[in-house]
């Protein structure tokens, strides 16, 4: 089989992991680049050894014989860019989240199923081997009907220096202000640890209620033009559709943790414990005979293909790829729930979107 051809559009920060990603996949070429700036494009491109640069979406797809695009512009073009490549009929890998707005985001679902093509959105812990096996062992029965659910997303980067100088780098600095585009830890982390919740359980959330809270961090909260109001801690109490209550937690306080997520089952059978970050990939297990003691085993688990590696697969193989965009819709519409929900003071349903 000759090259797949990948169209890389945008040329920021998170698109080095995608050019990365792609050049290390066997039988695969990033053939073209696309980006407004013209000079950043022409480096990108020189840096990564991808052959032909381009400021106009329209001017790539017409150049060349593509099998696939890569969408890693801002959130905000993530719509229209995706769309006009669904309209000429190619595959697309978005960049999380979907688009800024849950109508774009069911614009995009819709497009994407008349299109009749591959579409799938970059949700990077689907890679956790403790996930995989969770959820297979939740499918066959193994810890019985699922009762309770703890999570946590926890980062402390607002009391720890391990990624940089949060109140002198504008990485860190715009992430705190939503007049820059920031919908805090909720809208950062939290499309994360709620993909990590649902494919772990299998199941929906049916409804919510979610506290949001902003910490002062600076005299009158703001840095030179960085005003510092969006939320930094979330508890989120939520319901399965078979019943069963749980709780997330996310916040960039979490002191002792740099990047962690963690998903705790609790069952009618058996427990399941799970986290992946800073200290690798790891799942525990509380079955059987083990639950009356309690006991915990640790269980071995092996790494899972990444979202890149799924993606080609799937193209390769003409098959469907997870998580889709209907997924990742619904993860949007959940985050939406949840602030609406601060702001109403209340428990919500999430009326499905399936």
Same mark, same amino acid.
């Given at each position: 089989m000759s090259s797949l051809n990948v169209l890389l559009v945008g040329t920021g920060r998170m698109a080095e992991t995608h050019a990365q990603r792609f050049a290390e996949i066997p039988g695969v070429s990033v053939l073209a680049a696309v980006d407004v700036n013209a000079d950043r494009v022409q480096r990108f491109s020189a840096m990564h050894g991808i052959a032909h640069s381009h400021t106009q979406l329209d001017e790539a797809l017409a150049a060349h014989r593509l099998d696939a695009v890569s969408v890693v512009t801002p959130d905000a073009l993530h719509a229209p860019v995706t769309l006009q490549c669904l309209a000429a009929g190619l595959p697309v890998l978005c960049e999380k989240p979907l688009s800024d707005s849950m109508q774009t985001s069911q614009d995009m679902v819709a497009a994407a199923n008349r299109a009749d093509v591959l579409n799938m959105v970059n949700l990077s812990y689907r890679v956790s081997g403790a996930l995989h096996l969770a959820r297979e062992w939740v499918d066959q029965g193994r810890i019985g009907e699922i009762r309770h659910v703890e999570a946590?997303?926890?980062?402390?980067?607002?009391?720890?220096?391990?990624?940089?100088?949060?109140?002198?780098?504008?990485?860190?600095l715009w992430r705190l202000s939503t007049a820059h585009g920031s919908s805090g830890v909720l809208g950062d982390i939290g499309i994360h640890i709620l993909d990590f919740v649902t494919a772990g359980v299998g199941m929906d959330i049916t409804g919510?209620?979610?506290?949001?809270?902003?910490? $002062?961090? @600076?005299?009158?909260?703001?840095?030179?033009? !960085?005003?510092?109001?969006?939320? *930094? +801690?979330?508890?989120?109490?939520?319901?399965?559709?078979?019943?069963?209550?749980?709780?997330?937690?996310?916040?960039?306080?979490?002191?002792?943790?740099?990047?962690?997520?963690?998903?705790?089952?609790?069952?009618?059978?058996?427990?399941?414990?799970?986290?992946?970050?800073?200290?690798?990939?790891?799942l525990r297990a509380c079955l059987g005979e083990d639950r009356h003691i309690p006991q915990w085993q640790d269980v071995e688990v092996v790494a899972q293909?990444?979202?890149?590696?799924?993606?080609?697969?799937?193209?390769?193989?003409?098959?469907?790829?997870?998580? $889709?965009? @209907?997924?990742?819709?619904?993860?949007?519409? !959940?985050?939406?729930?949840?602030? *609406? +929900?601060?702001?109403?003071?209340?428990?919500?349903?999430?009326?499905?979107?399936?």
């Amino acid at each position: 089989m000759s090259s797949l051809n990948v169209l890389l559009v945008g040329t920021g920060r998170m698109a080095e992991t995608h050019a990365q990603r792609f050049a290390e996949i066997p039988g695969v070429s990033v053939l073209a680049a696309v980006d407004v700036n013209a000079d950043r494009v022409q480096r990108f491109s020189a840096m990564h050894g991808i052959a032909h640069s381009h400021t106009q979406l329209d001017e790539a797809l017409a150049a060349h014989r593509l099998d696939a695009v890569s969408v890693v512009t801002p959130d905000a073009l993530h719509a229209p860019v995706t769309l006009q490549c669904l309209a000429a009929g190619l595959p697309v890998l978005c960049e999380k989240p979907l688009s800024d707005s849950m109508q774009t985001s069911q614009d995009m679902v819709a497009a994407a199923n008349r299109a009749d093509v591959l579409n799938m959105v970059n949700l990077s812990y689907r890679v956790s081997g403790a996930l995989h096996l969770a959820r297979e062992w939740v499918d066959q029965g193994r810890i019985g009907e699922i009762r309770h659910v703890e999570a946590s997303y926890r980062q402390s980067w607002l009391c720890s220096p391990y990624w940089g100088e949060w109140s002198t780098e504008e990485a860190w600095l715009w992430r705190l202000s939503t007049a820059h585009g920031s919908s805090g830890v909720l809208g950062d982390i939290g499309i994360h640890i709620l993909d990590f919740v649902t494919a772990g359980v299998g199941m929906d959330i049916t409804g919510l209620q979610c506290r949001l809270h902003t910490f $002062d961090k @600076a005299p009158e909260n703001r840095i030179g033009e !960085y005003v510092l109001d969006a939320n *930094d +801690s979330c508890v989120l109490n939520m319901q399965m559709e078979n019943g069963a209550l749980g709780v997330v937690h996310m916040s960039r306080f979490q002191t002792g943790y740099f990047n962690d997520l963690s998903l705790t089952l609790h069952g009618t059978q058996g427990a399941l414990q799970l986290s992946t970050g800073q200290c690798g990939d790891k799942l525990r297990a509380c079955l059987g005979e083990d639950r009356h003691i309690p006991q915990w085993q640790d269980v071995e688990v092996v790494a899972q293909p990444d979202t890149f590696e799924r993606f080609v697969g799937a193209l390769k193989k003409g098959e469907t790829g997870s998580p $889709d965009f @209907a997924h990742a819709a619904l993860l949007q519409h !959940y985050l939406q729930r949840c602030l *609406d +929900s601060h702001e109403q003071g209340r428990w919500l349903d999430c009326d499905p979107l399936r």
